[in-house]
């Protein structure tokens, strides 16, 4: 694992203990050898449009450098919207990192969601050769059965077509965790103007076998994805991507009110507004570097938006969300 950063305590700071799951509550443990596994049931399948759909993302990506007056339009039209930090200029990355602030958004359409992530991406935007590695936190209740914020992995080596799944709905991802769960339900998640919790989520490359390593919270390794399920990322990153998404479904042409992040405007800060802190990416020597140029974008401002700064308790952080339709978007 990379070499960790400790952040000095503040007494003044507000943020309670990290989030954890759910599964623990009860004292529940797996065996010796054994790594748990969130079970899917027909019900979660039939809700969904055919198996295939069930298992994938859509295929839809936005690629921030572009600067096509249509990039936007494409991203909207969809139904995936978007609030991201990026890092602007391309270059050999080998991981990231972040502590991400959980909340569990409204979901209008059972066949939406809403999700906060990391994105460590390599390929081409407009090809079929994408690849990319995701984590963090989502609300899905297709995929999930309920509206509860729950860990989760994605990958893809083909910009979302036929490669890749969800944590572990299909070959890929090869989990050694036997404390977490993929699919898994966090708790407790922050509330409005009251306690707010977060998780921390690591993405680095193995400098001797060339996997892709993911660890949750403070230094739990989850598991890996393999290096020969890649092109590009066999070798790097070239662009690390954090913030939230949503797939608004637009029933009867309007907006749904599908929240991301915390449901509220960035402008409305700390504790009412999601957050990212402590933006890190690993660099060619296996070492965490504090990210300080990041660009921001945000598909449609009047339904999401993202807001950066900088201080020396949370490095290069953001606000970012909102909730989806409101009067400036109908």
């Not at 050898?33 to 809700?47: A, N, Q, Y």
């Not at 390593?213 to 230094?219: E, I, L, S, V």
């Not at 405007?265 to 999601?274: H, L, V």
Request: hydrophobic residues 35%.
């Amino acid at each position: 694992m990379p070499k960790v950063k400790m952040l000095k305590e503040n007494e003044e700071k507000r943020v309670k203990d990290l989030a954890w799951q759910m599964w623990h509550r009860n004292g529940t443990t797996c065996p010796k050898g054994m790594v748990p596994i969130r079970r899917s049931t027909i019900h979660d399948v039939l809700k969904a449009k055919s198996l295939f759909h069930f298992v994938k993302k859509q295929p839809t990506v936005i690629n921030p450098t572009s600067r096509r007056t249509d990039a936007l339009n494409v991203v909207i039209d969809d139904g995936h919207e978007h609030a991201i930090a990026y890092t602007g200029t391309p270059q050999d990355v080998y991981g990231a990192k972040a502590t991400i602030n959980v909340w569990d958004p409204s979901i209008q359409e059972v066949n939406e969601f809403s999700l906060s992530q990391i994105w460590v991406l390599s390929g081409s935007f407009d090809g079929p050769d994408l690849n990319s590695i995701e984590a963090g936190w989502q609300v899905s209740p297709e995929l999930y059965g309920d509206s509860r914020a729950r860990l989760f992995t994605y990958w893809t080596a083909d910009s979302y077509q036929s490669t890749g799944c969800y944590n572990l709905l299909c070959p890929g991802f090869v989990q050694t965790s036997s404390r977490i769960a993929l699919g898994a339900a966090i708790s407790p998640v922050s509330q409005y103007a009251a306690n707010q919790y977060e998780i921390t989520i690591i993405i680095w490359k193995d400098p001797k076998l060339g996997h892709w390593w993911m660890g949750y919270g403070d230094n739990n390794p989850v598991g890996y994805w393999p290096a020969e399920l890649f092109t590009h990322l066999a070798d790097c990153a070239t662009l690390v991507e954090w913030g939230g998404e949503v797939l608004n479904s637009m029933p009867d042409g309007k907006h749904t009110s599908t929240g991301m992040g915390s449901g509220h405007f960035p402008k409305e800060g700390f504790g009412k507004a999601s957050f990212f802190r402590n933006l890190e990416i690993v660099d060619a020597n296996n070492s965490l570097n504090s990210v300080h140029d990041i660009l921001t974008l945000a598909a449609n401002t009047n339904c999401y938006n993202i807001k950066n700064s900088y201080n020396n308790e949370w490095g290069t952080y953001f606000y970012y969300g909102g909730p989806g339709n409101n009067l400036q978007c109908p």
